[in-house]
Antibody, heavy 122, light 111 residues
């Protein structure tokens, strides 16, 4: 059974960098597929942030691209998100998720983490 | 404001059928047969219910079905059950620049 679990600080100060890690169990990241980050707010709903392929190729939401970095650590079966220069509008529940495809069949998010609330506040 | 348009709420009685619409554009829903639907219960992560417009993942009830016509996708739930009460979100692949867009969500109430 594939499981994903987000971890990281629940409170980040404005202008600082938000850092989250997703630990995957039940599936080896190095075996394939894409691994993504999605956030959810009451006002803006669900928003895809970006994804990484197991080889390290990255894909980012154009509206966040200048502030986002996603990396993968296959030895620990984890991938991570960094979002810089955060403001209150980055307050959201952040999810990590797997998607088998990117532009072809199975371009959908089939396994999700439970989500973690990150609040941006001084 | 979400890129895909869904009704804010729908309701139905147990045993009835309901349909949730998801309207996009020729750049997303209309261009790709890559629409997915997610069920989200309060405090939980979204759960994939439909992918590639009309395919069901293993374990999802066949009461859930999806379709698409032009720029509008639809999720139909037949034989409504109280456990179906949740928020439902559509999502579409939108090309190699935008990648994914989501709908704003529809709250299903089973009366």
């Amino acid at each position: 059974q594939v499981q994903l679990q987000e971890s990281g600080p629940g409170l980040v100060k404005p202008s600082e960098t938000l850092s989250l890690t997703c630990t995957v169990s039940g599936y080896s990241i190095s075996s394939g597929y894409y691994w993504g980050w999605i956030r959810q707010t009451p006002g803006r709903g669900l928003e895809w942030i970006g994804s990484i392929y197991h080889t390290g190729n990255t894909y980012y939401n154009s509206s966040l691209k200048s502030r986002v970095s996603i990396s993968v650590d296959t030895s620990n079966n984890q991938f991570s998100l960094k979002l810089s220069s955060v403001t209150a509008t980055d307050t959201a529940v952040y999810y990590c998720a797997r998607h088998p495809g990117l532009g072809g069949s199975y371009s959908s998010f089939d396994y999700w983490g439970q989500g973690t609330l990150v609040t941006v506040s001084s | 404001q979400s890129a895909l348009t869904q009704p804010a709420s729908v309701s139905g009685s147990p045993g009835q059928s309901i349909t949730v619409s998801c309207t996009g554009t020729s750049s997303d829903v209309g261009s790709y047969n890559l629409v997915s639907w997610y069920q989200q219960r309060p405090g939980k992560a979204p759960k994939l219910m439909i992918y590639d417009v009309s395919k069901r993942p293993s374990g999802v009830s066949n009461r859930f079905s999806g379709s698409k016509s032009g720029n509008t996708a639809s999720l139909t739930i037949s034989g409504l059950q109280t456990e179906d009460e949740a928020d439902y979100y559509c999502c579409s692949y939108a090309g190699s620049s935008t990648f994914w867009v989501f709908g704003g969500g529809t709250k299903l109430t089973v009366l």
